[in-house]
T-cell receptor, first 117, second 113 residues
Framework: AQKVTQAQTEISVVEKEDVTLDCVYE???????LFWYKQPPSGELVFLIR??????QNEISGRYSWNFQKSTSSFNFTITASQVVDSAVYFC??????????????FGSGTQLTVLP | ETGVTQTPRHLVMGMTNKKSLKCEQH?????MYWYKQSAKKPLELMFV???????ENNSVPSRFSPECPNSSHLFLHLHTLQPEDSALYLC????????????FGQGTRLTVV
């Protein structure tokens, strides 16, 4: 069975601080996919990034960066120079589905990030 | 424009009512999903449809009844709900491939009174 753990329930930072959201996952599959989603107060989950299990390269997109480490089963997300608009709930998710099957995402419980002005 | 549209955005219903939630996607995806998001709980997968066929029912009570007439539309029919069913119901869609992400609608905030 697959499992995603986001130990940080709530984080508060002051604007312009860097913040890292932790994600630890469990799976028995050798091929899997990891995701981060952002959920603003409007409710919609906004896709941020997908990472394949066979690609351990870290990724940077503007102020966002992701650190994928298979050795520790972690996929952490860092926001640099945080802004008030970054305030949202962030979800880490895992999928083991392959071709020909519908995706079944297992989500972590989410981390509520509040960026204070 | 998210590509996945859910209606209504808010719904208040009594325990004896019958209502339906609607989801529509214009992304050309083959798979559609219903998720339930309750306060302080992880997102729970309820139903999965792949090419209009239901492939997953995660022990959801029969008072929730999904319908998928085609790959672009998904409904969730509700009847005789309980107050604990109050939650945000999210619809999502994706290709049936592992290397793609799911796209979500904005959800329907359901309150059962």
């Amino acid at each position: 069975a697959q499992k995603v753990t986001q130990a940080q329930t709530e984080i508060s930072v002051v604007e312009k601080e860097d913040v890292t959201l932790d994600c630890v996952y469990e799976t028995r599959d050798t091929t899997y996919y990891l995701f981060w989603y952002k959920q603003p107060p409007s409710g919609e989950l906004v896709f941020l990034i997908r990472r394949n299990s066979f690609d351990e390269q870290n990724e940077i997109s503007g102020r966002y960066s992701w650190n994928f480490q298979k050795s520790t089963s972690s996929f952490n997300f860092t926001i640099t120079a945080s802004q008030v608009v970054d305030s949202a709930v962030y979800f880490c998710a895992l999928s083991e589905s392959g071709y020909g099957s519908a995706r079944q995402l297992t989500f972590g419980s989410g981390t509520q990030l509040t960026v204070l002005p | 424009e998210t590509g996945v549209t859910q209606t209504p955005r808010h719904l208040v219903m009594g325990m004896t009512n019958k209502k339906s939630l609607k989801c529509e996607q214009h992304l050309g995806h083959n798979a559609m999903y219903w998720y339930k998001q309750s306060a302080k709980k992880p997102l729970e997968l309820m139903f999965v449809y792949n090419f209009k066929e239901q492939t997953e029912n995660n022990s959801v009570p029969s008072r929730f009844s999904p319908e998928c007439p085609n790959s672009s539309h998904l409904f969730l029919h509700l009847h005789t709900l309980q107050p604990e069913d109050s939650a945000l119901y999210l619809c999502a869609s994706s290709h049936d491939r592992g290397d793609t992400e799911a796209f979500f609608g904005q959800g329907t905030r359901l309150t059962v009174v």
